[in-house]
């Protein structure tokens, strides 16, 4: 069986990101390898060597997977799309919602909707795109 799962590009913000990412979503730290821990020869790009070759967190049995910026290009930031989380509850919904938006950007506040109790979109202060959900679903 396949998984569809997340894998985010930060501008040398990855660890910091990840860490927050753990505590704030409940997950657990699998794994976080800089480019000064890449195995000598394994091809991986060269730059900083502190800047974060791999990153991936479980949260409930999915996995969020980051590094930093590799490329000689430049960072074209995030765009055009959103991580999505829905939540039993409004009460677990609006404490990630509220977690995420500090230091970010509220695009749409939580509150109810047509198709669920309650629903929001936001943008960290990492710059990763969210949308919140929870509580019934309108049915």
């Known amino acids: 069986m396949s998984q569809l799962d997340a894998y985010l590009f930060?501008?040398?913000?990855?660890?910091?990101?990840?860490?927050?990412?753990?505590?704030t979503l409940n997950g657990?730290?699998?794994?976080?390898?800089?480019?000064?821990?890449?195995?000598?020869?394994?091809g991986c790009p060269g730059g900083n060597p502190k800047a974060i070759l791999h990153a991936c967190i479980d949260v409930q049995g999915r996995r969020l997977m980051a590094s930093d910026w590799m490329s000689d290009q430049p960072y074209p930031g995030m765009g055009g799309f959103s991580l999505a989380l829905n939540y039993p509850t409004v009460v677990e919904a609006r404490r990630t919602f509220d977690a995420l938006a500090q230091?970010?950007?509220?695009?749409?506040?939580?509150?109810?909707?047509?198709?669920?109790?309650?629903?929001g979109m936001l943008v960290d202060r990492f710059g990763t795109p969210w949308m919140i959900g929870g509580g019934k679903q309108a049915g």
């Open 28 to 42: 657990k730290l699998e794994m976080m390898m800089t480019n000064a821990e890449a195995p000598a020869g394994a």
């Open 103 to 119: 230091g970010g950007q509220v695009r749409m506040a939580l509150e109810k909707t047509f198709w669920v109790e309650a629903f």
């Open 10 to 23: 930060f501008d040398g913000t990855c660890a910091e990101a990840i860490r927050f990412y753990e505590r």
